[in-house]
């Protein structure tokens, strides 16, 4: 079955810094990989979402990568802010109708 | 207007109670899931239904019991409550999936 792995250990950046997360997973590729932050006592909200022929998709200081040969998925926060610090989440379709499944996670930390 | 709203934001209940969850989305979308989080804030898949009809039933108790009423709204029944039981449970709802999931601030079941 689909496994998808985030870096359990937190994330701790200088704020200003690029933060880079980093999605694998370890059978098919999905026809799309998806991110999402997460802040303590709440819900997930949706980020970005690339398709499995997108090499790169950009919002404001997000962009994410997509390799479907290295199997794996990279989301970058360019000069990253305090207010960036949360939980994010990687998500992808392991098959069947809209069934996506979502990773544990990494916690970011970006330190002032 | 709350996109997705779910109530109770916070239940306590004792072992062997029956409780429910209840979902409504004003976005109109055609799918909606639940989502069971675990205290490791480990996301996983429940449920889904797309206009009242159930596609997606993964291996849970048959203690749960899910309803649509109508494709907007979406309820959560526990039979038996156990001590297991205690999550947070989000409530989510998409379109296509192609614009990502929206989620509901969850509901952290303690089961005592």
């Known amino acids: 079955s689909q496994k998808i792995e985030q870096n359990s250990e937190a994330l701790n950046i200088q704020e200003g810094k690029t933060a880079t997360l980093t999605c694998n997973y370890t059978?098919?590729?999905?026809?799309?990989l998806q991110w999402y932050r997460q802040d303590p006592g709440r819900g997930p909200v949706f980020l970005l979402l690339i398709r499995e022929n997108e090499k790169e998709k950009r919002k404001e200081r997000l962009k994410v990568t997509f390799d479907t040969t290295l199997k794996q998925s990279l989301f970058h926060i360019t000069a990253s802010q305090p207010a960036d610090s949360a939980t994010y989440l990687c998500a992808l379709d392991i098959g069947g109708y809209q069934k996506v499944t979502f990773g544990t996670g990494t916690k970011l930390q970006v330190i002032p | 207007d709350t996109a997705v709203s779910q109530t109770p934001k916070y239940l306590v209940t004792q072992m062997g109670n029956d409780k429910s969850i209840k979902c409504e989305q004003n976005?109109?979308?055609?799918?909606m899931y639940w989502y069971k989080q675990d205290s490791k804030k480990f996301l996983k898949i429940m449920f889904s239904?797309?206009?009242?009809?159930?596609?997606i039933n993964e291996t849970v108790p048959n203690r749960f019991s899910p309803k649509s009423p109508d494709k907007a709204h979406l309820n959560l029944h526990i039979n038996s409550l156990e001590l297991g039981d205690s999550a947070v449970y989000f409530c989510?709802?998409?379109?296509?999936?192609?614009?990502?999931?929206?989620f509901g601030s969850g509901t952290r079941l303690t089961v005592v």
């Open positions: 239904y797309n206009n009242k009809e159930l596609i």
């Open positions: 989510a709802s998409t379109s296509r999936g192609l614009d990502g999931y929206t």
């Open positions: 976005l109109g979308h055609d799918t």
């Open positions: 059978n098919y590729s999905p026809a799309y």
